[in-house]
C-alpha cells in the first residue's frame, strides 16, 4: 500500500474516530453491517484497528471494506441519545455504574467524550457538543473553522481596499481579473489586486449567504484582510508572482498571477503538490499530489494520463521555480484545456502502480543509469 495513502488514512481517521459499518468483506465472520465503532488506531500496513460498540476487535482493511465516518448531526444524535439519568442527573463527585464497575462521573463522561473523538469532556463541550442533563443545555450550533477568500486592492501608498469575499476559491480570483481588466490603463500602474485566503469561525451548517452576513457583521472595517495570506495577484508591476493558467473541475481555464511560494501553491491546489511534465516545452503542470488517492473530482486527460483537483499550468525558470507563462504559452493551453471533461470517479480512483525486479544490485544501479 502506498505510504502517502496510509499517511492519509492516519489523518483522516485519527483515535476516536467514529466509524460505521457497510460491508466488511470477510468470510468467515465479519462484523454485521450498520455496526458502528471506535478508531483505536492505524498501523503502518494501513489497517485500521477497531473497538466495535458490540465488543468486537477485527480491524478494518480499507481497500476491501466499505465503511463511513459519522457526521457530526449523527455524533450529536448519539450523545444526546443518551438516556440513563442517573448519570445525567448526577454530582461530579458521585459514581455511575459501568460493565467494568463503579467510576467518577466525571471520568466516565471524559470516557464518552474519547469515544466521539474529543481530548475529553471539556474539549467536547468547547466544540458545542454536551452530554445533555438539567444543567448541561446547549442546543446552539457548533462553530467551525471555514477559509474565506478575500479580494483586496492596493495602491502605491500601500493603503488596502475591501473588494470582496467569498466562499469560493475560484470565484475570488477571477472577480480579481474582472476587476483589474475593467481598470482603466492609467490606473492600473499604481494599483495592486491580490486575493488571499483567511479562517474565520461560522456555525455548523450556515448557508452561504448566512456566512457572508455574519462576515459582514464581524469585521465592519475590513481591516482583517492585512492578516491573509496571499493566493495570488494582478498588476502590471506584479512582484514574487507568476502568470500561469488554472484548470478548475469542470470548468474552463483561466490565467492569474499566483504567488511563486509553497503555501500559495498548496492552497491553490489544496494540498500536497506535485509537478508533471507532460508537454514539449518548459511548461508544467501542478497538481495536487494526491488528489486520485482523496477521491478529487476528476479534471483533464492530458496524454492519457487523468489529472483530479484543480491543476495549474506554469512555466519552469530552470532554476527550480516558476516564471510566467508567454502569450504564446497561455493561448495554446488554454485552448487545449478549455473544454471540461466528464471523468468518473471510478476512473479517477483507478490508479495503477507497476513495479520492476532486479536480479543483482548492479542491475538495478544499471537501470537508474549509475555505475556501480
Not at 503502518?44 to 458490540?54: E, L, P, T, V, Y
Not at 488554454?334 to 542491475?363: C, M, N, R, Y
Request: glycine fraction near 6%; charge should be negative.
Amino acid at each position: 500500500m502506498p505510504r502517502a495513502f496510509i499517511r492519509r488514512l492516519k489523518e483522516e481517521y485519527p483515535k476516536g474516530t467514529r466509524i460505521e459499518l457497510e460491508l466488511m468483506n470477510d468470510p468467515l465472520a465479519p462484523v454485521e453491517p450498520g455496526t458502528r465503532g471506535t478508531v483505536v488506531t492505524v498501523d503502518d500496513a494501513g489497517q485500521i484497528h477497531m473497538q466495535w460498540d458490540n465488543g468486537r476487535t477485527l480491524v478494518l482493511e480499507p481497500t476491501e471494506d466499505d465503511f463511513r465516518k459519522l457526521t457530526l448531526e449523527e455524533i450529536m444524535q448519539e450523545q444526546n441519545n443518551i438516556s440513563d439519568n442517573s448519570i445525567n442527573e448526577a454530582e461530579p463527585t458521585e459514581t455511575v455504574s459501568t460493565n467494568v464497575g463503579d467510576i467518577p462521573v466525571e471520568d466516565y463522561r471524559n470516557i464518552v467524550a474519547a469515544q466521539y473523538g474529543f481530548e475529553d469532556y471539556e474539549d467536547m463541550r468547547e466544540q458545542g457538543f454536551v452530554i445533555e442533563d438539567k444543567t448541561n443545555q446547549n442546543t446552539e450550533p457548533p462553530i467551525v473553522e471555514e477559509s474565506v477568500y478575500i479580494v483586496e486592492k492596493f495602491n502605491n501608498t500601500e493603503n488596502v481596499e475591501f473588494i470582496a469575499a467569498s466562499f469560493d476559491k475560484h470565484e475570488a480570483i477571477q472577480l480579481m481579473n474582472e476587476t483589474w481588466n475593467n481598470l482603466p490603463e492609467a490606473e492600473k500602474e499604481k494599483t495592486t489586486f491580490k486575493t488571499g485566503t483567511k479562517t474565520v469561525d461560522v456555525p455548523y451548517g450556515a448557508s452561504a449567504k448566512e456566512k457572508i452576513a455574519k462576515l459582514d457583521n464581524d469585521q465592519p472595517n475590513r481591516a482583517w484582510t492585512k492578516n491573509s495570506q496571499p493566493l495570488a495577484e494582478a498588476s502590471l508591476n506584479h512582484t514574487d508572482s507568476n502568470r500561469m493558467l488554472i484548470v478548475p473541475p469542470g470548468d474552463n481555464p483561466y490565467d492569474a498571477y499566483v504567488y511563486d511560494s509553497l503555501e500559495a501553491l498548496q492552497g491553490m491546489v489544496d494540498g500536497y503538490i506535485e509537478c508533471t511534465y507532460p508537454f514539449n516545452d518548459n511548461a508544467f503542470v501542478i497538481e495536487n499530489g494526491e488528489a486520485r488517492l482523496n477521491g478529487m473530482q476528476g479534471n483533464r486527460r492530458i496524454n492519457g494520463e487523468i489529472y483530479a483537483g484543480t491543476i495549474l499550468v506554469a512555466a519552469d525558470d530552470g532554476c527550480g521555480g516558476t516564471k510566467d507563462l508567454t502569450d504564446e504559452q497561455e493561448r495554446e493551453y488554454a485552448g487545449k484545456l478549455w473544454q471540461p471533461e466528464d471523468i468518473s470517479p471510478a476512473e479517477v480512483a483507478d490508479v495503477h502502480f507497476s513495479f520492476k525486479t532486479f536480479d543483482s544490485e548492479k542491475e538495478f544501479f544499471a537501470a537508474l543509469g549509475l555505475d556501480m
